[in-house]
């Protein structure tokens, strides 16, 4: 099973939306809505920041969405803030859990 | 409220044994999924398996070969065994849990760094 595919970076200015692209095949992402989204921050064990697509945790700011086409999942961060700066992952499931090659977001 | 730490040692030599075990303070490890996952340093995450509190356990195809998961009910804690580890087993190794019937990590581990050298 191959890692998901992320875009290497992705910035944006303070206030401005941002979306990350996750592309998998219709083995992993595209065959259920099992994706999962993680935010770390250097040095920090990944939080979970999406689930089942498009669910929010409870206390994860509704800033973050997410959607899905076909194979790929997209989060998306609006109103873009410098705490936002952080890694983000990608996580889907098909008998086994594969993640996204990752996606560090710079806030400018 | 439920927390998970990483315990074990930090430096492995090639070709031995990788041993580490996550204790659930706080809660139950009932009725739960349990994972590790693991970070090599400056690379993305790899997720290497993961066990129900009953036992039955699902690997990593890459890594089901070296892997054993195990679980401890009467201590709330579980397991990860990783044999004949090289450099590239060198990463932070994270436990991390999953509700039951849902497809996801919501609570994880500060995550510990095993270091594999000689």
């Known amino acids: 099973q191959s890692a998901l595919t992320q875009p290497a970076s992705v910035s944006g200015s303070p206030g401005q939306s941002i979306t990350i692209s996750c592309t998998g095949t219709?083995?992993?992402?595209?065959?259920?809505?099992?994706v999962s989204w993680y935010q770390q921050h250097p040095g920090k064990a990944p939080k979970l920041m999406i689930y089942?697509?498009?669910k929010r945790p409870s206390g994860v700011s509704n800033r973050f969405s997410g959607s899905k086409s076909g194979n790929t999942a997209s989060l998306t961060i609006s109103g873009l803030q410098a705490e936002d700066e952080a890694d983000y992952y990608c996580?889907?499931?098909?008998?086994?859990?594969?993640f996204g090659t990752g996606t560090k977001v710079t806030v400018l | 409220q439920v927390q998970l730490q990483e315990s074990g040692p930090g430096l492995v030599k090639p070709s031995e044994t990788l041993s580490l075990t996550c204790t659930v303070s706080g809660g139950s490890i009932s009725s739960y999924y349990w994972s590790w996952i693991r970070q090599p340093p400056g690379k993305g995450l790899e997720w290497i398996g993961c066990i129900y509190y009953s036992g039955s356990t699902n690997y990593n195809p890459s890594l089901k070969s070296r892997v054993t998961i195990s679980v401890d009910t009467s201590k709330d804690q579980f397991s990860l065994r990783l044999n004949s580890v090289t450099a590239a087993d060198t990463a932070v190794y994270y436990c991390?849990?999953?509700?039951?019937?849902?497809?996801?990590?919501?609570?994880w581990g500060r995550g510990t760094l095993v270091t594999v050298s000689s």
């Open positions: 089942e697509g498009s």
């Open positions: 996580c889907s499931y098909a008998g086994s859990y594969v």
């Open positions: 219709s083995s992993d992402v595209g065959s259920y809505n099992l």
């Open positions: 991390a849990r999953s509700f039951v019937g849902h497809w996801y990590f919501d609570l």
